[in-house]
């Protein structure tokens, strides 16, 4: 396979346009943390932009860095906790899931748009990312949004590029709004709860005037082995609901009070407090029980999105009909669920009931041979189809840019 790897956006350009002439596909990476995701795509050719790897400007007191599209994750987080600030989206290291050795790039975190717990408060990677340089399918560059948190010329491409799997153009530079990191943090934990009644201890807190950062919920049969990060969290062999309240220290320290009156009902809340409360959430951001070490490694991912309210159900009967084990972040909106091998036997009841509520389901880690029958991206509807190919054709009517990856190529 033929690696090219570029300097800067003029390289990418001349790149682009020479695959464009030689009628050649290109697949894009970084470090390649993702590359499992999504189907292989139909080329023998990589586009490496792990060389654009410069933070291009960073501005505290302005909430804002500029990076290039290669820059690493790892040490962009290092640079802005520094100074005491975060991505308030929580990006998601996928490297245990994965079972790859890098946390990834920027442009690759952009691209992917996977978001952490604080989703439900924060929103997502799109609704941080500011302005983008990029290159598209016509092998021109072209620049979306910029550098204030207020921009309205023209259409906000931003929202575009995020999620896009990297099918719309080749990001070289991304603005992004960093956040001050919270003065404290306090997670709540209910035990024992089965996983409709979390689902309603979830909602309660989430409708509560407590501003709740994030609502978790681990079944007992995920805690059956250790897993590193849970500790004494999960020594008790019971299910675990975690409910985070960040702020400063007495705010934080008052609401978690509060709701721990709200929540009585569910059961007597224990109260965990800063570092042990981060390494929790780092541990269901990044799925670690379900990590390609763990217990679990061997199974088959998916990330199902459903409506909050919808979740338990949905998950329990997953749970039930396959005898896999299941995960709820975003107060039952987000389930991650390791299915037994075979995926592809599971597909068809997981993409059913997710359409039944109105949800959308990605198989996110499984072997090639499984990835290769089955749909990695949640069936759109015809009309949402043809717009999205509508769209992707204004940017790539060739389709070098990662041709295949969306969709499953059929005889």
Not at 160 to 167: E, K, N, Q, V, Y
Not at 255 to 275: C, K, Q, V
Not at 320 to 332: K, N, Q
Request: overall charge neutral; aromatic content about 4%; hydrophobic content about 45%.
């Amino acid at each position: 396979m033929d690696t090219l790897k570029v300097r800067d956006a003029k390289d990418v350009e001349e790149v682009v346009r020479a695959a464009i002439a030689n009628e050649q596909p290109l697949e894009i990476i970084g470090h390649g943390s993702k590359r499992s995701i999504g189907h292989a795509m139909a080329t023998n050719a990589v586009l490496d932009i792990s060389a654009l790897n410069a933070v291009t400007s960073y501005e505290p007191n302005e909430l804002i860095v500029t990076l290039q599209a290669g820059a690493p994750v790892a040490d962009v987080l290092s640079l802005i906790d520094a100074k005491n600030q975060q991505f308030a989206f929580e990006p998601i290291n996928t490297a245990p899931l994965l079972g790859t050795p890098a946390s990834g790039t920027i442009g690759g975190m952009i691209a992917a748009g996977l978001a952490g717990p604080r989703r439900i408060k924060a929103g997502g990677a799109r609704d941080h990312l500011l302005g983008a340089h990029a290159v598209s399918g016509f092998g021109d560059s072209f620049k979306t949004g910029g550098k204030v948190v207020k921009n309205v010329t023209g259409y906000d491409l931003c929202k575009l590029l995020a999620g896009s799997w990297g099918t719309l153009s080749v990001m070289t530079e991304v603005t992004l709004k960093v956040m001050p990191k919270p003065e404290a943090e306090r997670t709540l934990l209910l035990r024992g709860l089965d996983d409709a009644t979390a689902n309603k201890a979830m909602t309660a807190a989430l409708g509560s005037p407590y501003d709740v950062s994030g609502a978790a919920h681990l079944p007992k049969s995920v805690l059956r082995t250790r897993t590193d990060g849970l500790g004494d969290i999960a020594s008790q062999g019971e299910a675990v609901t975690a409910l985070r309240l960040e702020g400063i220290t007495a705010s934080a320290s008052h609401r978690a009070g509060s709701l721990r009156e709200l929540l009585a009902p569910f059961g007597a809340a224990t109260l965990i407090e800063d570092a042990v409360s981060s390494v929790l959430w780092a541990t269901i951001r990044d799925v670690l029980p379900f990590a390609a070490g763990s217990a679990l490694g061997a199974c088959p991912v998916w990330r199902i999105v459903c409506p909050p309210a919808s979740g338990a159900a949905l998950g329990t009967q997953l749970a039930r009909e396959t005898g896999g084990d299941v995960i709820y972040d975003w107060g039952g909106g987000l389930i991650w669920a390791a299915l037994p091998p075979k995926a592809d036997a599971h597909a068809p009841s997981v993409r059913q009931r997710a359409d039944a509520v109105g949800g959308h389901a990605m198989l996110i880690r499984a072997a090639e041979d499984v990835r290769r029958g089955v749909d990695i991206f949640h069936p759109q509807a015809p009309g949402v189809a043809a717009l999205s190919e509508r769209v992707r054709a204004s940017f790539d009517p060739k389709s070098i840019l990662n041709r295949g990856r969306l969709r499953r190529a059929t005889a």
